[in-house]
């Protein structure tokens, strides 16, 4: 399957295209986030240059820099999602446990009225989601949830190592979604990072954010261990 191809091109309309490698960077990062790109498909540069319309050059960078930071691989028919090892989850997941906590507890002190109105709406969503057993919306949920608590968080550089190692668990959240419990642990998660940021408690911010990974990690390897 190739989910870069589509019916009608989205990014020309978008973007000035004197200028498209960061839009069409960004795009295909969109795609790969909410899981529109899956293990399975290719991403080849000449069809994602039709559906831009554009040339291929702005196309093969911004799929070069996926790559640079770890979200492709090169193939011998395009551009693929890395496939994980177990040590890989297990580092990645270490790796989050060190970043993550610390940051959430701070943003938990600057956060804005307008920001927790979001976090409040993302967490209505991810409900939602749940109610009717959309892993799309879900996904979708969670990715906004985190989106915005990280707006907070003055580090740049920290903001975009964490959205990094995030991303690069994405298989694992859409393995493990469909296992017994998933949903209802995500939907807990949230529920209780809202209530830490809203109360402004980084503490419990910190708290909820570790459990949050821990749970996260022993999904994939329940799965792991079922398969």
Same mark, same amino acid.
């Given at each position: 399957m190739?989910?870069?191809?589509?019916?009608?091109? +989205?990014?020309? @309309?978008?973007?000035?295209?004197?200028?498209?490698?960061?839009? &069409?960077?960004?795009?295909?990062?969109? #795609?790969l986030?909410?899981? *529109? $790109?899956?293990?399975?498909?290719? !991403?080849?540069?000449?069809?994602?240059? #039709? *559906?831009?319309?554009?040339? %291929?050059?702005?196309?093969?960078?911004?799929?070069?820099?996926?790559?640079?930071?770890?979200?492709?691989?090169?193939?011998? +028919?395009?551009?693929?999602?890395?496939?994980?090892?177990?040590?890989?989850?297990?580092d $990645?997941?270490? !790796? /989050?446990? =060190? =970043?993550?906590? @610390?940051?959430?507890?701070?943003?938990?002190?600057?956060?804005?009225?307008?920001?927790?109105?979001?976090?409040?709406?993302?967490?209505?969503k991810? @409900? #939602?989601?749940?109610?009717?057993?959309?892993?799309?919306?879900?996904?979708?949920?969670? !990715?906004?949830?985190?989106?915005?608590?990280?707006?907070?968080?003055?580090?740049?550089?920290? @903001?975009?190592? !964490?959205? %990094?190692?995030?991303?690069?668990?994405r298989?694992?959240?859409?393995?493990?979604?469909? =296992?017994?419990?998933?949903?209802? $642990?995500? &939907?807990?998660?949230?529920?209780?990072?809202?209530?830490?940021? &809203?109360? /402004?408690?980084?503490?419990?911010?910190?708290?909820?954010?570790?459990?949050?990974?821990?749970?996260? *990690?022993?999904?994939?390897?329940?799965?792991?261990?079922?398969?």
């Open positions: 190739n989910t870069s191809l589509r019916a009608t091109p +989205r990014l020309s @309309k978008l973007a000035n295209k004197t200028n498209l490698t960061e839009p &069409v960077y960004r795009e295909t990062l969109n #795609r986030r909410i899981g *529109e $790109i899956g293990p399975d498909d290719r !991403i080849v540069d000449h069809a994602l240059a #039709r *559906e831009f319309d554009c040339t %291929r050059t702005p196309v093969r960078q911004a799929l070069l820099r996926l790559v640079n930071e770890g979200y492709l691989v090169g193939t011998t +028919r395009g551009y693929a999602m890395p496939v994980l090892t177990v040590q890989d989850v297990r $990645i997941f270490e !790796i /989050r446990r =060190l =970043l993550e906590p @610390k940051a959430a507890a701070e943003a938990a002190t600057k956060l804005t009225n307008t920001q927790l109105a979001s976090l409040a709406a993302a967490n209505r991810c @409900k #939602r989601g749940a109610d009717a057993a959309d892993l799309a919306m879900m996904s979708e949920a969670n !990715i906004a949830f985190r989106m915005t608590w990280l707006e907070a968080v003055p580090n740049h550089r920290l @903001k975009g190592e !964490i959205l %990094r190692y995030a991303d690069h668990t298989q694992v959240r859409h393995g493990t979604m469909r =296992l017994p419990g998933a949903m209802e $642990i995500v &939907v807990t998660g949230l529920e209780c990072l809202l209530e830490g940021f &809203v109360r /402004r408690d980084a503490a419990q911010v910190s708290s909820a954010t570790t459990s949050f990974l821990d749970s996260a *990690e022993r999904l994939y390897f329940q799965e792991i261990a079922h398969a």
